[in-house]
């Protein structure tokens, strides 16, 4: 599964959806059953919170509207953090190397690198846009200094998945499957769902 799939293939794959006017589409994105469809369902929750979070920041609309995308924005969310656990357990899954005595261990899992390379691919890409307006030229300078810059850090994240997954391989690196547990999104664990807020102030509860 690993040799099918590196950070260049996964870089180009980003940019390709992006230049997709229909994609993502308004269906529902299924369950990333394969490793590439844990890619896509990944890159796909993180267009559409970049998309509702510009949405959220909208003055010219009533407060409904602006409570519909931060629902949105939390919903999206969470997708977006499954699929990148999906991601890392479909990798390790993958990798029948064990890690040496002295492996190292990475803090950040590989599914959490292409997370932030799909975020890259998005500002990217949206930075690339900037440059192209012609109604301001002092804008457009500062756009394009910034897209350099943005280039350069995808690159460079780029050649640290590379090396970890790499690494990883050949058992002198690994990393764990790290669960986000979104409080908030729990019901069972956010207080203002559970009934352990009333009104902004805690509800003590005594023991039965």
Known sequence: MLNKINAESIMQFH???????????????????????????NHAFNTRLWDEEDKARRTDVGDDAIATSKRLIDRYNQRR???????????????SRVPLSDARLSSETAGAMIDRLS?????????WKQTQRSDA??????????????VVQRLDLAACLDRLMHETQQGRA???VYR????YNDPTLNPYLYGGMADGIRVLRTPA
């Not at 006017?21 to 590439?36: G, K, V």
């Not at 953090?81 to 990798?95: G, H, K, P, Y």
């Not at 986000?180 to 409080?183: D, S």
Request: net charge negative.
């Open 180 to 183: 986000q547990f979104k409080m």
């Open 15 to 41: 940019d390709r959806c992006l230049l997709d006017a229909d994609w993502p589409d308004d269906t529902d994105i299924a369950s990333a059953a394969e490793l590439w469809a844990g890619v896509e369902t």
């Open 137 to 150: 030229a002092n804008h457009i300078a500062t756009c394009r200094d910034k897209l350099d810059r943005l």
């Open 119 to 127: 975020i890259l691919a998005l500002k990217i890409h949206h930075m």
């Open 81 to 95: 953090n499954d699929a990148v656990e999906r991601i890392d357990e479909m990798i390790l899954a993958s990798i």
């Open 174 to 176: 690994y990393f764990k």
